[in-house]
């Protein structure tokens, strides 16, 4: 059927070029689509390298593009306000068709997104992706983490129950140590020192049009950068690809030649033809593939398991203990410890480092492979620091109880004697 | 070419491809599988085996399966409860098994105006049992055990003028009588040796009040309160009471409905309204307008009611003023006047008691007898306390004190108690100062009662 309507008249006019059957078609179902141009016709074998980058990147795009399509789907039901924006949860959940699990994707998506992100980029730093000529693409990826935990975190506050006005009060209370200015950004974020209507108002604002706009734009210049800086990261690039042409090298029929005005690393042509293959089919139909995983893993998340919705928001009750979202009970249990130091210093520290990491780190062997032996320095710092904020995660969201005292999770608690 | 390199995606393609789309089926069946349905297609099945002509039946065939909803803005409540529970206004369900079973006694407050679960209970929006019923985490309002729905009552309306919660005003009763205010705030009179009592049926189960009253240390560590004795219905009716007490904020139309004309509302109003300033009652009170006493011998009440919409109407001449009742008003008013014979009613009027009878009231009024024993005799524990580890009796303060002293001792309060041991922890229960609270003419005419505690005749041995 398909195959029928890609042959009309009208089927061409739409993708111009039918099923590839040459190799010629094959190049020009990818030159000639602008969904599949921003890929190169011919991709090196290494970038298809499963086992090289674990898809890593293209799961954290698919996940971002089904919040956006799960986050417009809730638009219609949600209203910022604090005495509709809980009952609507509700009613999500029990009279709008499909709603519960449009939320649960939606939900599942977010948690899935902020671990690929960070795994992505171990996987960057485990490979010595960022080193010349990606050294700004690397910044453009710490830029596209923090909005990802910006997103998250916005994200967090809009249903509205206890377990959203808690998580953003200690999160903004975190911000808050930061010296100087943290309570400042803490009043700007919430739009006054406690959350509230204002708070949710913002949030809302920064979720659904500030930052997926500003993460948006961030990711098409990530993968033009991919294409730019020469294709993902491998060894022994420097073979295959060159950095620009000089001008007036190209035969004089013309002023100038495309490629020539062209800056950035691009494959050499004709170099190494037995390393690349052409991207329709090799790359299109695994990144195809890849898409159907993640839909089929999130829509399996979210049919078998809820997102949480706890009680409404009660500013007079905090829930004991209270914590932020997973992703900063790190920094929470850091914080436990010192304000200073956990609110302000390490990650400040941490984030400059991440940014500085590839104008700081300029040699260039091991580039292209895990773990590389020449970078034995490089990664075991990072292992250590990653080690040290996995082991505050899980201290944090499973060994810390009331008054953040030291609980063992397999113990259930002594019955509470509340009332329900 | 032979080897085309789309064939070997054929397979993967194939097998995500059925996974993701058996996924959505899921999805899908789970969305539009929902118990509800299966209620309503019970009650549509009911309504055509009822049905006795063809259009009874065509109508009951073309019931569509949808979601029932009564909408509450002024409550802030959404009720779907009437989704399953598709027959609770039609009273050929009566003795139905739930979910289709008829509720009886709702004419005076009808289910579009009031829901369900403003009295009941549980999670309104909710279209699932479990949820619905809200046994379920994160919802704090399960539904009322039925057992206890007079507590629902006392929301709105007052416990002692309402007929139809016995169990209620009784409850409201033994708070009063036990002292619970000696220690307990509720509407903010009383004391503060224990929490405020006004949103506790909000925020404690049944269970949980019913093991309080019985043993309090039990479950909450470290509690000073005695352990009452109550009798089952006691016990029973003394939960209910703490049950009502949600410190729910009804709007207007809902807080103006809650006057129920009773003869105890009458009596309020007699005296807001300043009745005595003409009337007279036992020989208090003016002489422009008839005494009352007996005024119920002499008028039928039908004469009462037309009397108060406008006098001149039944008593042409008469220089009452027309006070503009309500309907309600009236109605308690001449309740009131029909039960004036009664002696209780008329007595319990405090411009007609003595200062000894008024401060009987005061001591009832503020919970003294929580600690100090049901006319002061006594008797309640204070661990430690060197007074016999005992709260101390009222019945002998006339020869121990003068009455300035008992006043002061009232007002300033005795926050450290001598304790038997000084190494065991401090005695848990005080008495607390009561000066902001108690009025200085209650507390005169309280000292009064104190001082008539003293049984007769004892003084004569000196």
């Known amino acids: 059927m398909w195959l029928w309507f890609a042959k009309t008249r009208v089927g061409r006019s739409i993708f111009r070029v039918g099923l590839p059957q040459s190799n010629l078609e094959r190049s020009q179902a990818m030159v000639s689509s602008f969904l599949l141009h921003v890929q190169p016709a011919k991709v090196n074998k290494h970038s298809l390298r499963a086992s090289y980058t674990l898809g890593l990147g293209l799961i954290s795009l698919y996940l971002f593009l089904i919040l956006i399509g799960t986050g417009i789907l809730l638009m219609f039901y949600y209203v910022p306000s604090t005495s509709q924006a809980y009952d609507r949860m509700k009613d999500l959940q029990f009279v709008v068709s499909a709603g519960l699990v449009v939320r649960n994707m939606h939900r599942w998506a977010a948690h899935l997104m902020v671990l690929f992100v960070m795994l992505h980029l171990c996987r960057v730093f485990f490979t010595g992706a960022y080193k010349r000529p990606r050294e700004f693409n690397w910044v453009l990826g710490v830029g596209l983490f923090l909005a990802t935990l910006g997103l998250s975190f916005t994200g967090y506050l809009l249903p509205w129950d206890q377990l959203a006005f808690w998580a953003i009060t200690v999160g903004t209370n975190i911000a808050a140590y930061a010296p100087i200015v943290g309570p400042k950004l803490k009043f700007l974020m919430l739009g006054g020192n406690v959350v509230g209507q204002e708070a949710l108002i913002r949030f809302y604002a920064l979720h659904v049009i500030v930052l997926p706009a500003i993460a948006g734009l961030m990711v098409m210049i990530h993968l033009w950068r991919v294409r730019k800086d020469g294709g993902l990261s491998r060894p022994d690039e420097s073979g295959d690809t060159v950095e620009s042409i000089p001008l007036g090298q190209l035969p004089t029929n013309k002023s100038y030649g495309l490629m020539e005005l062209a800056r950035g690393t691009t494959p050499q042509v004709g170099k190494n033809p037995e390393d690349e293959v052409f991207s329709w089919p090799h790359l299109i139909f695994r990144e195809l593939l890849l898409f159907l995983l993640v839909i089929a893993a999130v829509l399996f998340l979210a049919i078998f398991w809820n997102a949480p919705l706890e009680q409404l928001a009660n500013p007079i009750h905090p829930p004991n203990p209270a914590k932020a979202p997973w992703y900063f009970l790190g920094l929470q249990e850091l914080v436990s410890y010192s304000a200073f130091w956990g609110g302000v210093v390490v990650p400040g520290l941490l984030v400059s480092a991440l940014v500085l990491l590839p104008y700081l780190d300029r040699k260039r062997a091991g580039v292209g492979r895990w773990f590389a032996r020449e970078r034995r320095l490089a990664n075991t710092i990072f292992s250590i620091c990653l080690a040290v904020a996995i082991a505050l995660t899980i201290i944090g969201t499973l060994f810390r109880g009331p008054n953040w005292s030291w609980v063992v999770p397999w113990h259930t608690p002594p019955a509470i004697t509340e009332g329900h | ?462």
């Open chain 2, 1 to 462: 070419m032979s080897d085309n390199p789309v064939r070997k995606f054929y397979g993967w393609f194939t097998a995500l491809g059925l996974v993701v789309g058996v996924l959505v089926v899921v999805a899908y069946y789970r969305d539009e599988y929902r118990p509800w349905k299966d209620y309503q297609r019970q009650y549509i099945r009911e309504e055509i085996r009822r049905a006795t002509t063809p259009d009874q039946r065509l109508i009951a065939q073309n019931t569509p399966l949808q979601i029932q909803q009564i909408i509450l803005p002024e409550l802030n409540r959404v009720d779907r409860c009437t989704t399953c529970h598709l027959a609770v206004e039609d009273p050929s369900y009566g003795g139905y098994p739930q979910p289709l079973a008829y509720h009886p006694f709702h004419d005076q407050h009808p289910f579009d105006k009031f829901g369900c679960t403003i009295c009941h209970r549980g999670q309104g929006r909710a279209t699932t049992a479990d949820e619905a019923h809200g046994n379920v985490a994160h919802w704090d309002e399960p539904m009322l055990p039925l057992k206890y729905i007079q507590a629902s009552c006392g929301q709105c309306h007052d416990a002692s003028d309402n007929p139809a919660a016995p169990e209620l005003a009784r409850g409201q009763e033994l708070f009063e009588t036990t002292g619970c205010r000696g220690c307990h705030k509720l509407d903010g009179v009383g004391g503060n040796i224990g929490p405020e009592l006004d949103k506790v049926g909000a925020r404690r189960s049944p269970d949980w009040l019913r093991a309080h009253f019985l043993e309090p240390a039990a479950v909450t560590p470290g509690s000073g309160m005695p352990p009452q004795k109550f009798s089952e219905p006691d016990i029973e009716a003394i939960v209910l009471f703490m049950l009502s007490q949600t410190g729910a904020d009804l709007p207007s139309f809902y807080a103006s409905m809650k006057v129920i004309p009773s003869a105890e509302e009458g009596r309020r109003l007699f005296q807001v309204k300043g009745c005595l300033g003409c009337h007279s009652v036992g020989g208090h009170g003016g002489k422009v307008g008839p005494a009352l006493d007996d005024v119920s011998l002499r008028r039928a009440p039908e004469w009462m009611m037309q009397h108060f919409r406008d006098p001149q109407s039944v008593s042409p001449g008469s220089v009452m003023p027309r006070f503009g009742f309500t309907e309600s008003e009236a109605r308690a008013l001449t309740e009131f006047l029909l039960h004036l014979r009664d002696q209780t009613v008329a007595l319990s009027m405090p411009s007609l008691l003595s200062p000894a009878d008024r401060g009987r009231g005061v001591f009832r009024k503020y919970g003294c007898a929580g600690c100090h024993g049901p006319e002061g005799k006594g008797g309640v524990p204070n661990p430690n306390a060197k007074t016999a580890q005992q709260i101390p009796a009222l019945t002998f303060v006339a020869d121990s004190y003068t009455k300035a002293e008992i006043k002061k001792l009232i007002f300033n309060g005795q926050r450290e108690i001598v304790p038997l041991d000084p190494h065991l922890p401090a005695p848990p229960l005080y008495m607390p100062a009561w000066g902001s609270t108690i009025k200085d003419a209650e507390a005169d005419d309280l000292i009064d009662y104190l001082f008539s505690l003293k049984p007769k005749g004892e003084d004569l041995g000196f």
